[in-house]
């Protein structure tokens, strides 16, 4: 069997397209006061703060009422009032089931392409088993996806002060009619 002309780089392309669909639906939204926010943190937690003006300050978690935030910084506690707060970050990992899963893609797509590039003379090498080398494949590219992803920490809002105002853009695709868009959504608070 051969694989079909313009296969891999119409699935780098589609691969490259993925990457950009929000996937807010796999990620905690923001929580809108301190009273929501008492359970999503642990001792320790590094964290940031901006307040009203801001400036931002990192810290430990310490502990948390329902109208303060206290942090551990430099040896001394520091108390945070939620109406001073404006955003509250905590570093954690990028998703490791985002990470298998674009690592396993990638891992296909890209050693696919290696192992049809290697043996252009004898198109049946990589054929012949297929079924073993895309698993082989995937699963060094989830792998590699993992380890990078545990590896990756990056600031994730936990509490973000209510914005009277908000404007969200995401892009959309329809493959079937092969058509491209941009959604526009708005939304406000009285």
Same mark, same amino acid.
């Given at each position: ?55 931002? %300050?990192?810290?430990?978690? /310490?502990?948390?009422?329902?109208? +303060? #935030?206290?942090?551990? !910084?430099? $040896?001394? =506690? ?10 509250? %970050?905590?570093?954690?990992? /990028?998703?490791?089931?985002?990470? +298998? #899963?674009?690592?396993? !893609?990638? $891992?296909? =797509? ?28 995937? $699963? ?51």
């Amino acid at each position: 069997m051969q694989i079909p002309r313009g296969f891999w780089f119409r699935s780098c392309t589609v691969l490259c397209l993925l990457t950009l669909l929000p996937v807010s639906g796999w990620a905690e939204e923001p929580a809108t006061s301190f009273g929501q926010l008492q359970s999503r943190f642990k001792a320790g937690d590094k964290v940031q703060v901006f307040d009203r003006r801001g400036d931002e %300050t990192a810290g430990s978690f /310490v502990n948390m009422s329902a109208t +303060a #935030l206290e942090l551990m !910084i430099n $040896g001394s =506690v520091r108390s945070f009032p939620e109406t001073g707060v404006e955003k509250v %970050t905590r570093l954690q990992h /990028v998703s490791l089931v985002k990470g +298998a #899963l674009l690592g396993g !893609i990638t $891992g296909i =797509v890209v050693l696919g392409a290696i192992c049809g590039a290697r043996n252009k003379n004898n198109p049946d090498h990589c054929d012949g088993n297929i079924g073993v080398i895309t698993a082989i494949n995937g $699963g060094i590219g989830a792998a590699s996806g993992m380890t990078l992803a545990a590896l990756i920490k990056r600031p994730h809002t936990v509490y973000e002060r209510p914005r009277p105002f908000k404007v969200e853009l995401a892009p959309m695709f329809k493959l079937d009619q092969k058509a491209a868009g941009l959604m526009v959504s708005l939304s406000w608070r009285q």
